[in-house]
């Protein structure tokens, strides 16, 4: 426990991020955390616990249930709100780049992540657990981690880190100690075995509690629910003459899961989230179905800026253009991997695809934050005045919410542009096809370019720091000149590649 307890708090100590569960079990041997925030804050408590369980855990003298090939097991991210897949993808590329370097631990990509498709499936990675990793790693060129060394950490072994959606960790525990059972369950419904598309599942054997146990994750619990699941779980236990006398739900749960399983035991007439009291008080929401800007459908957004109100503004809709547009260049790029004609340039286009995920991802999170920063400037000239005290704390707080008013559409700018040159290669190398997808993702980047720029030059005018308005004007002069020619290249591609279309080359 002192452990795990040191664990916890380094994720706590991290500014920012909030750890919401911790999961442990004597039987696995194993613990769970799980924990939420802003992309950069989760990979840097990623990294402080992780660097801790390097010192602290050594699996020369670990056993458990559950299999596990490192100290620091599986480091998944997963986007919620505001995030995309891509962003996660580069967020667990730069988690194992830091961590492989730092404790020369040998690291593996898997899931959105892989490199390879029989590393999608962390069992695979997983494979021969610690002590058959520790003998091949360095020996045979398929076990050559992703990042780090060719040979396994001696205490602490090697770690997997990649991008996935949610899933639920879902165990059944049945009323036998023979663990054959367990396995015949977790056959049954286990993707690789003929069972549910988005299932994996191991029969384990928990001594402690003289049973045994169906370890089972829902990758994909939206098409692949609970109770579908439990049902045959229990159908297969039944034929042995075992039952399922507990289930376990390991970290944390969607809502929308629990709801589907009460709506199935249940059999409610009516039943959604509005009719859920605590939402009330723990979202602190008048209404528990209300939604941020990047959650609502292009109508509700549409419908929030036609309000006669000041957010969301010209800023969001530059950020959310830019976030289009971006799109627009991971679609073309996405066009360009299968097949023999792109074999070629397939890695270069999965690099441009995944790096303009994440600008797309940083984009849509920018469509709240310009509105976030107006509002703070408005909260900053509501501040009392009434001493000099005041009026200076006022203009001290007026002035860095200004600033700060202006950063946020230069960073819509700067992602625009990335995401700009991503959609140059797009152009000139993708999926002809998809051509003029490339030329309307251009269009709309430069136009979220320009729309940004003007939203930073007007809140350029009531600062005082003229180092901060130069630079600042500098570099939005520099973003609409190169925008403007990366632009026009793109377009003159797309015209090219038209002409070959119709042309039949």
Known sequence: MEVIDALAEAIRSVEGVRLLDIEYDHDHNRSVFTFIGEPQRVKEAALKAAELAVKEIDLTKHEGAHPRMGAVDVVPFIPLHGVTI?????????????????????????????????????????????????????????????????????????????????????????????????????????????????????????????????????????????????????????????????????????????????????????????????????????????????????????????RARATPGGGSVAAAMGSLGAALVCMVTGLSLSGRKFAAIKEEMLAHRHACENDRGILMGLVEEDSAAFDQVMAAFKLPEETEEQKQEKETALQEATKHAAEVPLTTMKHAFNALEHALVAAEKGNINAITDAGVAAHALMAAIEGAALNVRINLGNIKDREFVERVEAEVQRLIAEGTELKRKVLELVEARMKELAEGK
């Open 86 to 306: 891509g962003e996660c993808i580069e967020l667990s590329k730069q988690f194992a780049e830091e961590f492989s370097s730092r404790c020369n631990v040998p690291v593996y990509l898997y899931a959105k992540s892989a490199t390879r498709p029989d590393r999608v499936d962390l069992p695979n990675i997983r494979e021969g657990e610690f002590e058959g990793l520790r003998e091949l790693i360095g020996t045979d060129p398929t076990k050559d981690p992703d990042y780090g060394p060719k040979k396994v950490h001696p205490t602490a072994g090697c770690t997997a880190t990649g991008a996935r959606n949610f899933l639920i960790a879902f165990n059944c525990n049945l009323n036998t100690t023979d663990v054959r059972v367990a396995k015949a369950c977790a056959d049954a419904v286990r993707a690789t075995t003929g069972g549910f598309v988005y299932v994996q599942g191991i029969g384990l054997d928990l001594p402690e509690k003289g049973m045994v146990q169906v370890s089972l994750n829902l990758t994909h619990p939206k098409r692949t629910k609970i109770h579908q699941v439990l049902e045959v779980v229990r159908n297969e236990a039944r034929r042995f003459g075992a039952t399922v006398v507990e289930t376990e739900i390991v970290g944390m749960i969607p809502l929308f899961a629990v709801l589907d399983a009460f709506r199935y035991y249940v059999q409610p007439v009516k039943l959604d989230e509005s009719m859920i009291l605590d939402l009330y008080y723990l979202g602190g929401a008048e209404d528990p179905r209300m939604k941020s800007f990047t959650e609502m459908s292009l109508i509700e957004f549409g419908n929030q800026v036609r």
